[in-house]
């Protein structure tokens, strides 16, 4: 009945004027790299990307293909599809073919029809007539043309026409590496990877930096990180994680006094360290996964105190969401079960039981004047450990 292949339909892409040329470029090339571990042959065809497999690919294939590329941001739709040749009789046939498997179930059914190509001998109507019919009289199945619950889908196009009842929600969003790259403050925790995700998907490659406690702490929290970026490289490949050991500043912090201050000056510290690491990777922004008010450092004065230790704009995707969205979106997204898991994250270090939730800029810098914060800063980002991802 034809040979299976995947077609993908674009989202905003599509939306983007002349820029839309090289969105759609940058979208084939991260699928291509997706799919290394395929043969595929992806065209452009109007509006949509087709996936063609080498001549004797079987459905299994283009089933992998099709599950692998609904993880790449750009694309809104992905159906597993037919090309066949543009005959109306064949296309029939395949219709046939496909809707075959549902023959038990007498599904209410639809066909619908378009046309990138209105040279084909019958309007959209008439194949939609043609093959219904067809279906009807070869299975029975009744035609609701409002509520179906099985819709062939036809599409003619300029080479060949496609046929599919099939379309799963892809990730939407914009192809990544057409928005720059940032750098993400990378906790062990829920949020930080789930706004890793919001920012790949707006077209940001990320790199991840994250904090241990360690030579205080055990190493657990750093395998967290590096079990959650290996996760989260699905959406963009080529993901690198950076670990600074933080246990000695952390306790420099802390010797000098000013408990109600220290979580503040340690995130401070923090973001000045990402930003100092930033520069050298040449990230244009840092990413966290602060939402409003969820802790005390996340008050809006805290935010305003935090925003103020750096140059760098600090992207923070989820500070309008509830923890309840970031739990099923980490849940969503494969990272929900490893943030879970137990560990020693560094901030368990040092945590105030009187946090002070609106910490005054001029104190902070108070205590990083003693601490040297800046150079502080340049030392620790001389200090981090790669751990790259090429598996
Ligand atoms: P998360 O679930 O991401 O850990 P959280 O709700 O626990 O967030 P905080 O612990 O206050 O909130 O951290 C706020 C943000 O600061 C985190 O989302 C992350 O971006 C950054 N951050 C916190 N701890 C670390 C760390 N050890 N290494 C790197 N970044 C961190
Ligand atoms: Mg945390």
Known sequence: MGEPCVLLKLGEVVLKGRNREIFEQRLRSNIKAALKDHRVDIRQRHGVIALFLPAGGGVEEAEAIARRVTEVPGIVLVHLAWRVAKDAEVVTQAALELVKGHAEAMPRFAVRARRRDKRFPLTSNQLDFKVGGAIND???????????ELTVWIEVDKEEVFLFTDGRPGQGGLPVGSSGRALVLMSGGIDSPVAAYRMMRRGMHVDFLHFSGIPFTTTES??????????????????????VPFGKAQQSIRNSGQDRLAVMTQRRLMLKTAEEVAQRIHAGALITGDSLGQVASQTLANITAQDGAVELPILRPLIGLDKTEIIAEARRI???AISELPDEDCCTLLTSRHAETAAKIEDLKQIEKRLDAEELAVQLADSIQAYSLDA
Do not use: C
């Open 334 to 336: 494969g990272t929900l």
């Open 138 to 148: 070869a299975y029975g199945f009744p035609v609701d043309l409002s509520r179906p």
């Open 222 to 243: 750093i395998y967290k990180a590096y079990a959650l970026v290996r996760e989260l490289d699905k959406f963009q490949g080529k993901s690198r994680l950076w670990v």
